[in-house]
């Protein structure tokens, strides 16, 4: 004999079984809703970090460019509090500002390591200074982007992490 629940045992009530299954198939439901917000988050997190990274790499070259070209005023300085950066063209004139806010209170990116807060170039590109730049989530501290400055070559590389 089945157990029914409801008012009336006629025509209006449902199994046990039946509001079980509901529940459970409610609940593989909306966990897959929250398992595929997590890693739309994740994705957008990394394709966000990815972007900024290869931005300042862009800025790191162009700077280096004009240094082979014979100009060495260019130089490319990290903001103090580490959530930007400035791409100068001589000193005292700023030519672009790099903020990771991207029109927000608080940014999402930051840099979590940095060898030096100004990048300049020789005349020959070699780097005024060379390292790993690590840029890091905020939200997701899994998601790091190394970007790497050789020392004798300027050559720059961006890699993942994770």
């Known amino acids: 004999m089945a157990v029914r629940l409801g008012i009336c045992r ?11 299954t509901g529940i459970l198939l409610c609940g ?12 739309s988050q994740r994705i957008i997190a990394v394709v966000e970090s990815e972007c900024a ?9 162009h700077i280096r460019e004009r240094a082979l070209a014979g100009s060495d005023l260019g130089y490319v300085e990290l903001r103090a509090d580490r959530k930007g950066y400035w791409v100068c063209r001589r000193p005292n004139l700023v030519e672009k500002k790099r903020d990771f806010a991207l029109g927000r209170s608080d940014p999402h990116l930051w840099f979590s390591s940095i060898p030096s ?16 730049y690590i840029l890091q989530h905020k939200r997701i501290s899994a998601v790091k982007i190394q970007i790497d400055i050789q020392p004798v070559t300027g050559r720059i590389r961006v890699a993942r992490m994770y």
């Open 117 to 132: 807060y100004v990048i300049k170039f020789s005349v020959n590109g070699a780097p005024s200074s060379s390292g790993k």
């Open 53 to 61: 990274a290869w931005e300042f790499a862009r800025d790191i070259l």
């Open 28 to 39: 593989i439901l909306f966990s897959g809703f929250y398992l595929g917000g997590l890693v």
């Open 10 to 20: 006629d025509k209006n009530g449902y199994l046990l079984t039946e509001w079980l």
